[in-house]
């Protein structure tokens, strides 16, 4: 089943062509990282296929849909983890739950096991009662994931989500991304270490120069030339025994 | 669950010591009762027509200034935000003041107050035109702002240019708001706005909740953000009118109500709603009450006391605020 559709997507935002002729399908289970230097339009290709940018010319499947319909085909995670109030992390992820709860708005038995699933997923349960406004960033991002999860919804777009994590939080990010794609469920996560995308994407995107430059697995992404092209870097990229490593080297 | 007791219980308590004072002396269980036997004779009729108005009038705009700005701040995602910022109790005001110095006032009771929700009515409508109908929470401030510091101006060059003394004091005694003296004409006047008002806002607090998240976050919950501001501004706009033209302004109870009470419902701007519609009352109801016990002979306005009681709240606040700083 496809779960988001771009047919020729072109954006024009200040009169400043963003990128145009942007065509990409994502199935199920699949960890697709989008890639590309910044300003190359990974968050403004993101924001439009959501349907939160107006769209020059080109069709979203997601954009199309209804806002109601949408909440319940995509959940997203803008870059900024916004969380304006010290609500407790228990009543965070269960914002998660909105989409489908009914309009008196108590959380029939069913919503409430999603909701402490997605908690126990990320390891949450300590922080249940605490403010979300108070912790830390890593943990932060950990909340706001699992208000993602709680929506339950076949795709999961996410905005930089381990920007400013620590190594192990970045790795456990990824991790859950991954097991995500293993039960079905597909993410659309942009990133800027190539090193974990390598590892954890079952596929990547790279936007640069106005669009689509490769798509594909990492290994035929992270080429020397598209990258010296893309992002005008060299790397050393190996296949090891503890799987792929790749580490960029120098500006060229 | 036990906060709304506890808040029922203190506004149902200070709703009936506000019965229960005025300068006819009589005891409290005495004029209780007279309210509710409902005979004839002066002390049933001050009851009826004086104290209970008042009494009203208190709870309700109290409610609705609380909520309001509960609605305000949840959507504004800005704990310093009042009922009072997009421009309405300015232009409500300016309305107000309009018709004291044409001496509306004298000619027709309600001349005041209906000149206040014109003013208010033609507010809102600006402060909407110059939002524009999408655009975020900045443009609204940048309106509100806008059409406040206008109407305020406005304001000024009437009390400036007034050839009337006796008027400009009425002017600036009417700005500082007060609940003496009004009548059930006047609660059946600012009613529906409030409660029409109080309705709109009601129905926002699920879109409050998902603006936790931010704008984006919450459009992708499923939330109409041009439809959640609609129904923001107008719900306060019809509250801050309907209590403007027939109390006045009362300021700090829309600002200090939500921030109080912010702490007791788990920041949750659905469950502020309510609560803070419930502080509101028992707030307004006590400034009322102070106002009567304290000066009884001089005619302290209610706008000065929530000023007064709110200004200490809000140090409190910010001492508060400096202490968990790192």
Same mark, same amino acid.
Request: charged share 15%; glycine share 12%.
């Given at each position: ?55 020059? %010319? ?9 806002? /109601? ?61 605490? *403010? ?30 381990? #920007? ?7 790795? #456990?990010?990824? =991790?859950?991304? @991954? ?10 996560? %942009? ?7 390598? &590892? ?24 020397? /030339?598209?990258?010296?092209? @893309? ?7 190996? =296949? ?13 | ?35 509710? !036997? ?15 108005? &008042? *009494? ?31 421009? +309405?109790?300015?232009? /409500? ?14 000619? *027709? ?41 206008? /109407? ?53 607090? &699920?879109?409050?909740? @998902? ?65 803070? @519609? ?25 706008? +000065? +006391? !929530? ?20």
């Amino acid at each position: 089943m496809t779960l988001l559709s771009l047919t020729d997507l072109a954006v024009t935002l200040r009169n400043r062509p963003v990128f145009s002729g942007v065509s990409l399908t994502i199935g199920e289970g699949e960890l697709v990282g989008l890639i590309g230097p910044n300003g190359a339009g990974k968050t403004t290709l993101m924001r439009s296929a959501l349907g939160l940018l107006p769209i020059q %010319s080109g069709q979203s499947s997601l954009a199309a849909m209804s806002t /109601a319909d949408r909440a319940r085909a995509v959940a997203w995670m803008p870059q900024a983890r916004e969380i304006a109030w010290p609500v407790p992390v228990e009543r965070l992820v269960a914002l998660g739950r909105l989409p489908y709860l009914p309009i008196s708005g108590k959380i029939p038995p069913a919503d409430q096991e999603k909701i402490d699933a997605a908690i126990a997923y990320l390891g949450l349960e300590e922080f249940r009662a605490r *403010a979300a406004s108070r912790l830390s960033g890593g943990e932060q991002a950990r909340a706001l994931i699992a208000r993602a999860i709680a929506q339950d919804t076949p795709l999961l777009m996410t905005d930089e989500p381990i #920007a400013g994590l620590d190594p192990a939080h970045q790795i #456990a990010t990824m =991790q859950v991304f @991954a097991d995500l794609a293993r039960h079905g469920r597909s993410t659309l996560v %942009s990133l800027h270490d190539l090193g974990l995308a390598a &590892r954890h994407c079952t596929r990547l995107v790279l936007l640069a120069e106005g669009g689509i430059l490769a798509d594909g697995a990492p290994e035929d992404v992270l080429t020397d /030339a598209l990258l010296a092209r @893309a992002f005008g870097v060299t790397a050393w990229h190996q =296949q090891t025994s503890s799987g792929p490593v790749f580490q960029p080297l120098e500006v060229i | 669950m036990r906060l709304f007791l506890i808040l029922a219980t203190l506004v149902t308590v200070l709703f009936a010591v506000s019965l229960t004072i005025g300068p006819a002396e009589t005891g409290g269980l005495q004029s209780l009762a007279a309210l509710l !036997t409902g005979s004839d004779g002066p002390l049933p009729m001050v009851m009826r027509e004086i104290r209970l108005p &008042r *009494a009203l009038l208190a709870a309700l705009i109290g409610g609705g200034l609380g909520m309001a700005g509960a609605a305000l701040q949840g959507y504004l995602r800005n704990p310093l935000a009042e009922p009072g910022l997009i421009g +309405v109790s300015g232009s /409500a005001a300016f309305g107000a003041v309009l018709a004291l110095q044409a001496g509306l006032t004298a000619t *027709a009771t309600l001349g005041l107050p209906l000149a206040a929700l014109l003013g208010a009515v033609v507010g809102v409508f600006l402060v909407m035109g110059l939002a524009g109908a999408r655009g975020g929470s900045l443009t609204l401030i940048l309106a509100g702002i806008a059409i406040s510091a206008l /109407a305020g101006a406005l304001t000024s060059l009437v009390l400036n240019l007034s050839p009337n003394p006796f008027a400009a004091n009425d002017i600036v005694f009417w700005m500082m708001g007060s609940l003496a003296d009004r009548s059930m004409t006047h609660l059946w006047l600012a009613l529906p706005f409030i409660v029409i008002g109080a309705g709109l806002l009601a129905s926002t607090a &699920r879109g409050l909740d @998902a603006l936790t998240l931010g704008e984006d976050a919450a459009e992708t919950l499923g939330l109409s953000l041009s439809r959640l501001r609609l129904l923001v501004v107008l719900g306060t706009a019809a509250i801050v009118g309907g209590a403007t033209a027939v109390a006045g302004s009362i300021g700090f109870v829309g600002l200090v109500v939500p921030h109080i009470l912010r702490p007791f419902v788990g920041a949750q701007p659905s469950r502020l709603l309510w609560a803070s @519609a419930l502080g509101g009352a028992a707030l307004l109801l006590m400034a009322d009450i102070s106002v009567r016990v304290i000066l009884p002979d001089r005619d302290l306005k209610l706008g +000065v +006391v !929530t000023a007064l009681i709110g200004a200490p709240l809000f140090l409190h606040l910010i001492f508060k605020t400096r202490r968990e700083l790192p």
